[in-house]
């Protein structure tokens, strides 16, 4: 067996680039979600007026989220990290943001390699689906999606 090397990379991307989730079995607010895709979208123009406080996914203010997410890896990035490093490093510097706890987490959460959001290899979404949800109908534009890259050991290059 051959020990690949894990090399991840953080990609900022629009929410519309991303993939209607998909088979969401709770909370009851996603449950509901029957909209095909197209009035989905339209959804994520013109989001609630007010913040939902459904359930956990929805009371994030994913912009706040996503947009200190961004901004603190652009930090890393220019203290030199990359990677499961630069994330790490967000999840230290967005302690000094004066954020609340769960704000704080959901930044962590967008960055660090534990409970990343992610894409499958078939383009749907593997990871992150209820946050993606959540982040449509807060008309939220960009976000951060971890991409895992696996390298030969021997070449250094992706399978
Ligand atoms: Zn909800």
């Known amino acids: 067996m051959t020990a690949w090397i894990e090399q991840w990379h953080h990609d900022i991307t629009p929410v519309v680039d991303l993939p209607l989730p998909r088979e969401l079995e709770h909370p009851a607010c996603m449950t509901r979600h029957t909209l095909p895709g197209i009035q989905r979208r339209i959804r994520q123009r013109y989001p609630r007026a007010s913040a939902q406080d459904c359930c956990t996914y929805h009371r994030q203010d994913w912009t706040l989220a996503s947009e200190t997410a961004i901004r603190l890896l652009a930090a890393a990035h220019a203290e030199g990290l990359t990677g499961e490093p630069a994330g ?72």
């Open 88 to 159: 790490d490093r967000v999840s230290e510097l967005v302690t000094a943001e004066g954020l609340g706890a769960e704000d704080r987490h959901a930044v962590a959460c967008l960055v660090t390699t534990v409970d990343p959001i992610m894409l499958g290899d078939d383009g749907d979404i593997n990871e992150g689906r209820h946050r993606i949800q959540a982040m449509i109908d807060q008309g939220v534009t960009r976000t951060v999606v971890l991409r895992l890259v696996l390298l030969d050991p021997a070449t250094g290059l992706a399978t």
